[in-house]
């Protein structure tokens, strides 16, 4: 049966009809393509969102519009849509080789919490095309984020193998040696980027790799002087500052001078050297001389904004927040369409907001850095502010990100370095940050606030010596910088050199003496068994700082040392009444009950004191130890199982019968239980912390042991036990260089009369023997011995004395063989 004509010719006419609305619609979604990526070349961002977004009215589901539209976003910073609309496109176009790429740059920014995406995607395009350079320089990069060293060094080197000629990426190679702390590889790279680039780019990069070894200061200066000769006029101010930075820092402070004011006079009175020349002067103590260079640019040139701005840089730099701002704001006066003068006043709302603690001053910069990057999305001085931000913010992970990018479009930018080892530290990574501080010391070696970082820096990992040389070095320049006296004491302590940390901090005027300064030398009183002097100096610092966790526990020390354990429960009681959310003080009170025989209330103290921080180590010790000393092990357990089973979603609940199954040798519950506070929150610290050392013991997937105890040494940065962790487990993987100073920090982080210092010391000792340094793993033994024996010497002044720990018939056998294979010579 045939249809009717007139239904044929309806069929036609409406397949006509829908053929051409189809033609019309992707006519219409051409339109709005070209017309959005035309904005985009023409640098007008928010518009071409508002043509992608019409052409994806029309095809909801096209690939191109929806990178393109990705891209917009990253252009105007909206990360949030950004990210969703890179996923979608490939998602949408899974073969999308520059989608992918683009998205894994993207997750690189955020660190380690997204660095394995930015994996991911590398490897998608390694598998899509093998020879596509970019991917394995962002394969190599995530692998570094995630401390896969080996991996991430095969990645850069595939990527130099498909790109020979790039010196960008030979560049980046080099800089990955050093920061892995392999000069030696990095040296010839460092070289070839000369014959690829004989640029003072180049030059400078080898002079500062030189500089890092004292040995070859004379390379260094070689480097310096040829980058001189060959930098382009606008390169001529750098390159001068480098050459005298290196001088100033080895203190040839005459040829410093000399060539700051050649270059003021061969780069026609340079606005840089003028300020540099101004901060010599000033460090040298020839203030009012400083003080004339700058006014006397800022008058010579008033409607320049850049004297203006060197002006509130070296207000600043003498920590005169208030005269910064307002020359920062009288350079917006003269232009205010400068940049540069408005991320100065930025900054400086960043630095006075945190002094102050005004989140208004904050959301005022936040608004400058917002509009400056709408407007430049690529600035990397915005970028730099904006991580100031994040860190003033408690945005951590995306600092470093940021400053990362930052350091890749300005690698000689000494600020930079300073503020990315600023972040790196608050997560724990100081040995990254350490690469960080000396590339910034060695850009500007007049860079005060970064020679305090890398000092402390230095004692962090346990480089005391380095500590108190550089300690001094600054004090020479700055003798009333008391907090650098202090860490100098501190360094010297730990290089068990009392007496000498003791003049230290009493040079300071008895009417400068701040609580820390009476601190640090209660605690020599301490170390020397002087409690009486320890107790006077004590109370005078908890005056000048009352209800101070840190000297209420060295007070609390002394008394039961002494038999005043009331003193200790009366002035404690007191802090708790004013203070009653601090898990320390509660921490504390509860110890000092316990001591005094009070053992139920100070139980209850103690469970609460881990209410108020779950993430307290302390606190769980604390209790732990109570009910291994109470012999409570069974009753202890029970409890928690019993807690547990009423509230099983509870971390710290799950953390603390870990503890107690640990307590009781029964280590295969208690990874069980600590495996599931983990799983319970990933953020709890502590239970990472004593999972990785369990593993460790066990000798058994140390990988993820190493993980865990990363993670846990970032969310306990100041705590020695989470130091000796990560030392110990480094050691079991046969890492003994790395271990060592993290078991450096572990041992200069307990106090004298800790238990768990003995431990720690013999871990150490182990790791020096395997790093083939035997004298020094001899007198770490003799510490941990030496230090038990006036524990146990403490201890029996109350009662018998404690059995001796696990390790000790260890150590002793190992200071045996050692004292044997290496006798002591005569003189």
């Given at each position: 049966m045939t249809r009717p004509a007139s239904i044929v010719r309806l069929g036609l006419v409406a397949a006509t009809l829908a053929l051409a609305g189809c033609q019309s619609q992707q006519a219409k979604l051409a339109e709005h393509i070209a017309r959005a990526e035309s904005y985009m070349k023409d640098n007008k961002a928010s518009e071409a969102v508002i043509e992608y977004k019409n052409a994806l009215q029309i095809a909801p589901n096209d690939p191109s519009a929806h990178f393109g539209l990705a891209k917009a976003y990253l252009t105007t910073r909206d990360v949030r849509n950004a990210y969703w609309e890179l996923t979608e496109s490939?998602?949408?176009?899974?073969?999308?080789?520059?989608?992918?790429?683009?998205?894994?740059?993207?997750?690189?920014?955020?660190?380690?919490?997204?660095?394995?995406?930015?994996?991911?995607?590398?490897?998608?395009?390694?598998?899509?095309?093998?020879?596509?350079?970019?991917?394995?320089?962002?394969?190599?990069?995530?692998?570094?984020?995630?401390?896969?060293?080996?991996?991430?060094?095969?990645?850069?080197?595939?990527?130099?193998?498909?790109?020979?000629?790039?010196?960008?990426?030979?560049?980046?190679?080099?800089?990955?040696?050093?920061?892995?702390?392999?000069?030696?590889?990095?040296?010839?790279?460092?070289?070839?980027?000369?014959?690829?680039?004989?640029?003072?780019?180049?030059?400078?990069?080898?002079?500062?790799?030189?500089?890092?070894?004292?040995?070859?200061?004379?390379?260094?200066?070689?480097?310096?002087?040829?980058?001189?000769?060959?930098?382009?006029?606008?390169?001529?101010?750098?390159?001068?500052?480098?050459?005298?930075?290196?001088?100033?820092?080895?203190?040839?402070?005459?040829?410093?001078?000399?060539?700051?004011?050649?270059?003021?006079?061969?780069?026609?009175?340079?606005?840089?050297?003028?300020?540099?020349?101004?901060?010599?002067?000033?460090?040298?103590?020839?203030?009012?001389?400083?003080?004339?260079?700058?006014?006397?640019?800022?008058?010579?040139?008033?409607?320049?904004?850049?004297?203006?701005?060197?002006?509130?840089?070296?207000?600043?730099?003498?920590?005169?927040?208030?005269?910064?701002?307002?020359?920062?704001?009288?350079?917006?006066?003269?232009?205010?369409?400068?940049?540069?003068?408005?991320?100065?006043?930025?900054?400086?709302?960043?630095?006075?907001?945190?002094?102050?603690?005004?989140?208004?001053?904050?959301?005022?910069?936040?608004?400058?850095?917002?509009?400056?990057?709408?407007?430049?999305?690529?600035?990397?001085?915005?970028?730099?502010?904006?991580?100031?931000?994040?860190?003033?913010?408690?945005?951590?992970?995306?600092?470093?990100?940021?400053?990362?990018?930052?350091?890749?479009?300005?690698?000689?930018?000494?600020?930079?370095?300073?503020?990315?080892?600023?972040?790196?530290?608050?997560?724990?990574?100081?040995?990254?940050?350490?690469?960080?501080?000396?590339?910034?010391v060695e850009l500007d070696a007049e860079f005060v606030e970064a020679r305090r970082l890398l000092t402390h820096v230095h004692a962090a990992l346990g480089e005391h010596d380095l500590a108190i040389e550089e300690a001094r070095k600054i004090l020479s320049q700055h003798p009333d910088d008391h907090e650098m006296r202090l860490a100098l004491a501190q360094s010297l302590v730990q290089e068990n050199k009392p007496d000498e940390a003791r003049r230290e901090l009493e040079a300071v005027p008895l009417d400068q003496r701040d609580a820390e300064v009476q601190f640090a030398l209660g605690r020599i009183d301490m170390l020397q068994n002087k409690l009486d002097f320890a107790r006077q100096k004590m109370l005078t610092a908890l005056e000048k700082k009352p209800d101070q966790p840190e000297i209420l526990e060295s007070?609390?020390?002394?008394?039961?040392?002494?038999?005043?354990?009331?003193?200790?429960?009366?002035?404690?009681?007191?802090?708790?009444?004013?203070?009653?959310?601090?898990?320390?003080?509660?921490?504390?009170?509860?110890?000092?009950?316990?001591?005094?025989?009070?053992?139920?209330?100070?139980e209850a103290k103690l469970r609460h004191a881990i209410e108020l921080n779950p993430n307290d180590l302390a606190s769980y010790s604390a209790l732990a130890r109570y009910y291994i000393l109470s012999h409570r092990f069974a009753d202890g357990i029970e409890t928690y199982k019993q807690a547990v089973k009423s509230r099983p979603d509870s971390a710290p609940l799950r953390f603390t019968l870990g503890t107690l199954y640990e307590s009781s040798g029964q280590r295969a519950d208690a990874m069980a239980e600590y495996e599931e506070a983990v799983k319970l929150d990933p953020n709890l610290a502590v239970a990472k912390n004593n999972l990785a050392y369990l593993m460790a013991e066990e000798g058994k997937n140390l990988d993820r042991a190493l993980d865990l105890a990363q993670a846990a040494k970032a969310g306990l940065a100041e705590s020695p036990n989470a130091a000796d962790t990560l030392g110990w487990v480094l050691l079991k993987k046969g890492i003994p260089v790395a271990a060592i100073g993290y078991l450096k920090e572990a041992e200069g982080g307990f106090q004298a009369e800790q238990p768990d210092l003995g431990i720690v010391r013999y871990h150490l000792a182990l790791a020096y023997e395997a790093n083939h340094e035997p004298d020094k793993a001899k007198e770490a033994l003799e510490r941990a011995l030496q230090g038990l024996e006036t524990f146990k010497k403490t201890a029996r002044a109350d009662g018998p004395a404690p059995a001796d720990p696990p390790w000790v018939p260890d150590a002793r056998s190992m200071l045996q063989r050692l004292s044997q294979a290496n006798p002591p010579t005569s003189g």
């Open positions: 490939v998602r949408l176009a899974p073969n999308n080789i520059d989608a992918r790429l683009v998205l894994g740059q993207f997750l690189l920014l955020g660190g380690d919490k997204e660095a394995s995406g930015a994996l991911e995607q590398a490897e998608a395009v390694i598998a899509l095309q093998a020879d596509k350079w970019e991917a394995w320089l962002i394969k190599g990069r995530a692998l570094e984020t995630l401390k896969r060293l080996d991996d991430a060094q095969a990645a850069y080197q595939k990527a130099l193998e498909l790109q020979p000629q790039n010196v960008d990426l030979v560049r980046t190679l080099a800089n990955f040696y050093v920061r892995r702390g392999d000069r030696a590889a990095a040296e010839p790279l460092f070289k070839q980027s000369i014959q690829m680039d004989p640029s003072a780019r180049s030059y400078l990069m080898i002079g500062g790799f030189y500089g890092l070894d004292p040995k070859r200061d004379a390379e260094s200066e070689a480097a310096y002087r040829k980058a001189l000769e060959v930098a382009k006029d606008e390169e001529k101010p750098d390159a001068y500052q480098r050459l005298a930075s290196h001088y100033y820092a080895r203190e040839r402070y005459d040829e410093a001078e000399a060539v700051l004011k050649e270059g003021i006079e061969k780069t026609g009175k340079n606005l840089d050297l003028i300020y540099t020349l101004a901060r010599f002067y000033n460090s040298r103590g020839a203030k009012d001389r400083a003080d004339a260079m700058i006014q006397q640019a800022t008058v010579a040139q008033p409607n320049d904004v850049r004297p203006l701005l060197i002006l509130s840089a070296y207000r600043g730099r003498n920590n005169d927040l208030p005269g910064a701002l307002d020359a920062a704001e009288r350079a917006i006066q003269v232009d205010p369409a400068s940049k540069v003068a408005k991320l100065r006043k930025a900054e400086l709302l960043v630095d006075i907001g945190m002094k102050e603690g005004s989140s208004d001053k904050l959301a005022q910069s936040r608004a400058i850095v917002d509009a400056v990057l709408a407007a430049e999305p690529s600035s990397p001085e915005a970028r730099f502010v904006e991580a100031k931000l994040d860190l003033a913010e408690g945005k951590i992970d995306e600092a470093v990100a940021a400053l990362r990018k930052v350091l890749e479009a300005r690698p000689d930018w000494a600020q930079a370095h300073f503020l990315l080892a600023s972040a790196l530290m608050l997560k724990g990574d100081r040995q990254e940050a350490r690469a960080e501080i000396l590339k910034a007070l609390l020390t002394i008394d039961l040392a002494t038999g005043k354990a009331q003193d200790s429960l009366d002035r404690l009681g007191k802090a708790e009444a004013a203070k009653p959310d601090s898990a320390a003080i509660v921490r504390l009170h509860g110890v000092a009950l316990i001591a005094a025989g009070q053992g139920p209330v100070g």
